[in-house]
């Protein structure tokens, strides 16, 4: 039987110690392909280039069929690596491993994840994994077991249609995750602490920057999985229908 | 009793007609507060600026209460305009009037929607606002009427927390809209069709271009809904939590 194809993508650029580790951990598994940002795209959420042309540059990643880098977001990056690098779907999308968590509300802003929901929308088992570590020199090696573990069943078993994984991995010695948890996305958002700067011609800029801040300390979200030191596993879809909603909605009167 | 504040913003621009126009509808119902891009930000998805500081510049828009363009993404704007521009939550936020539909899974794409989704996220009654009809000089006007109708219910009954509205508008005459039906995103992607050229070094480049595919024809939905002429309005929510897939999930076996 031939070896299952496995496209690896991020969000923090091709060179990133995160990918590195995936390329490797996925060697085990299949043949890897790899299509990633030419630099740092996080924060990008589901952004998708439009107003310029994308360039994709052919590189030698050892372990991997082939890898190219890619002057687009992590989104462009699927859609070139599916439509124009390999012309089919591979057997399984992984993106990452993020330097940073994508727990809680996270993942509508992260590169990272919306090339794991893009590759849920092509149906290509799909899984985005993040360590939460945001240093360049975080240690991905205690994550080998359980993302090739995550990886080996997506592979095997396949997704749900129309869902994605989002898994998130604590930064702790491998001997002291406690185990996997099945999770919901924890209820938080970020408040917004912009660092105000005048420029040396006197002109106003604002640097983006803030505080998480978590609303809830249920034991069936990602937030309380990782506090407890289990690796969070939250099943993401694309359909953001907020259903429970419509009949409510259904009784507003309009005049047309 | 003192008017609402009511926030707007949109993805195309804020020298968009589509903006112009949403702005021109809501001073009939508010004080009005722009903070909006200063360049086209179409297919920004969720994205915001951390990699460089953000700019804000005043501008004059007649009828306005303040208006600014702002450097980065929509998602930029809206925490922008609350943390630094407002100093407070806006009554009301809307977004648009997009230029083209953002029904189906335009939503994830969509830099327009994205800001609504924000708001919400803030806990602001947020909407987006689409006229199916891409064109610079497309009609606002027919629009006029339930735009403000459905931002009118938005500012006296509010939205269920959690939650924003993607409404988009049948590029039609005012007196063919057949009415206003509450739906859910129609099941539907894009195929991607990357235009190949090179360039005059002999360089590689691709144009990210492409065909909507719709994979039902539901009345339930939003595509049904604008094709038959009805104003589309779809709940949406920033939970991306697949919660029906957690049961079966949870049967995997992991050796941790």
Not at 37 to 62: F, N
Not at 222 to 238: G, N, R
């Amino acid at each position: 039987m031939s070896k299952p194809i496995i496209l690896v993508t991020n969000d923090d650029g091709v060179m990133a110690p995160g990918i590195r580790n995936l390329i490797n951990f996925m060697c085990d598994l299949g043949q890897v392909v790899v299509v990633a940002p030419d630099k740092p795209q996080s924060g990008m959420g589901h952004a998708v280039t439009i107003e310029k042309p994308i360039r994709l540059e052919e590189l030698h990643i050892e372990g991997t069929y082939r890898a190219y880098s890619c002057s687009g977001t992590p989104v462009d990056c699927v859609k070139l690596a599916v439509t124009k690098v390999l012309h089919r779907k591979p057997d399984l999308l992984v993106s990452g491993i993020n330097h940073g968590s994508n727990a809680s509300i996270n993942v509508i802003y992260s590169g990272t994840m919306s090339a794991a929901i893009e590759g849920a929308m092509e149906s290509i088992p799909s899984i985005g994994f993040s360590l939460t570590d945001y240093r360049l020199d975080a240690n991905f090696l205690p994550s080998k077991n359980i993302v090739q573990q995550i990886a080996r069943n997506a592979l095997t078993q396949g997704l749900p249609s129309g869902v994605c994984l989002n898994v998130n991995i604590p930064a702790v010695p491998e001997n002291e995750i406690k185990g996997v948890r099945i999770c919901r996305q924890a209820k938080g958002n970020w408040r917004e602490e912009f660092d105000h700067r005048k420029d040396p011609r006197g002109r106003d800029y604002y640097w983006l920057t803030g505080t998480f801040q978590l609303h809830e300390n249920s034991s069936e979200t990602d937030e309380w999985a990782l506090a407890s030191k289990f690796v969070s596993i939250v099943p993401v879809q694309f359909d953001f229908t907020a259903h429970q909603i419509i009949p409510s909605l259904s009784k507003w009167q309009f005049n047309v």
